[in-house]
């Protein structure tokens, strides 16, 4: 791998093994710490996944939901712990659903990931404007548990962060907010019969024009690292002095060396409204431990042609883990939540 100017360690043939097994995951640098990869910090302990499938209460367009978190797969880290999570919560009192996944990232991705998991929910349900405006709630809600993590000084959080993608669902409304390369996803009925995938969050890489405008502002550089076999990683920001983080996204929260370079931690909203004009099916959200392999419509076209939503997330899941390895060797935490909309097999078969 040549990453103009940065330095190499170890042997020249297991540095260029193990460094393109990794071109894809979220930070990349020679910083051991950045990488997650800090043998002091490995406690043989793994943070445990979650799974749940539920019919949904409260006169919900959704009429069941579930999803599952999974520990991925890197051979030269046999100790790697689970740095996505999973939050599935209803606040009878608004009648609202919210789902959300989260991807951390870095040394302490996990602990940052599961410590905004713990807070989400019951910050969100308390604020003041949750019932009147869900963007100004979610906003300042993001916003105060971000600083609570960079407060805490048993977290690393210069190089470490997590990505977050959620939706609010409440009546026909989804307000979706997204910071990160998570994304969430909606499937309708198309004229066929068959089903139609479209992307609901916009993917932050960092070469998307505005946002590679905003790093540059701050004095971050936007490049993609060459590896010696000719196939180039994904775009990532990196300090205009040093060649890190090497962060694989243009917003996250945390990542304070990222944000130094110009990284965003301000949620990008969409509003959604569910069955304008047509049969929304399935809603679902997920870490890039699906997407980086599967498109919007794969993932529909296999989610369409199960009867429960935790049927569709285990398939999913079993999907992208064998793609993962068959095209880099190690596999991704991977996190993903469905939600079947409206009376697609609200009585285990499809309302045509």
């Known amino acids: 791998m040549a990453s103009k100017g940065s330095s190499r360690t170890g042997s020249k043939d297991d540095g260029k093994s193990l460094k393109q097994t990794r ?33 949904s209460s409260g006169g919900f367009i959704v009429n069941s939901y579930g999803g599952y978190s999974k520990k991925g797969y890197a051979p030269y ?23 959300c996944v989260l991807d951390g990232h870095g ?68 307000i979706c907010a997204n910071i990160g390369d998570s994304r969430s996803t909606i499937g309708y009925r198309n004229d066929s019969g068959g089903i139609t995938a479209v992307a609901l969050t916009e993917d932050h890489k960092p070469d998307l024009p505005a946002e590679k405008a905003r790093i540059e502002a701050k004095g971050g550089r ?10 180039d990683g994904p775009p990532r920001v990196w300090l205009g002095h040093m060649d890190v983080p090497g962060l694989a996204m243009s917003r996250s929260l945390c990542d304070a060396v990222a944000h130094s370079a110009g990284v965003s931690s301000e949620p990008e909203f969409v509003e959604y409204e569910f069955s304008q004009g047509r049969e929304d099916l399935i809603l679902v959200l997920a870490s890039d431990g699906l997407w980086e392999f599967m498109s919007d419509q794969e993932v529909m076209d296999i989610a369409v042609n199960t009867t429960e939503p935790r049927y569709a997330v285990d398939k999913l899941i079993s999907e992208a883990n064998e793609r993962w390895m068959r095209e880099e060797q190690v596999i991704d935490d991977t996190t993903v939540c469905v939600a079947f909309l409206g009376s697609f097999m609200a009585n285990g078969g499809d309302s045509k």
């Open 222 to 231: 936007v490049f993609a690292v060459e590896y010696d076999d000719g196939v």
């Open 23 to 55: 071109r894809r995951l979220s930070v990349m640098s020679d910083n051991k710490l950045i990488e997650g990869m800090d043998s002091v910090n490995l406690d043989g302990k793994e943070t445990e996944t979650v799974a749940a499938a539920a019919p």
């Open 107 to 174: 040394e302490d991705g996990d602990k940052v990931a599961q410590s905004i998991k713990g807070k989400l929910a019951n910050y969100l349900f308390k604020h003041r404007e949750f019932a009147t405006n869900v963007r100004n709630a979610i906003t300042d809600v993001v916003a105060k548990i971000e600083g609570e993590v960079l407060r805490d000084m048993s977290i690393e959080t210069d190089f470490s962060g997590t990505t977050f993608t959620c939706c609010l669902i409440r009546g026909n409304t989804c």
């Open 77 to 99: 880290n046999p100790k790697k712990k689970n740095q996505d999570a999973l939050i599935m919560a209803e606040d009878p009192k608004t009648r609202s659903l919210l789902l």
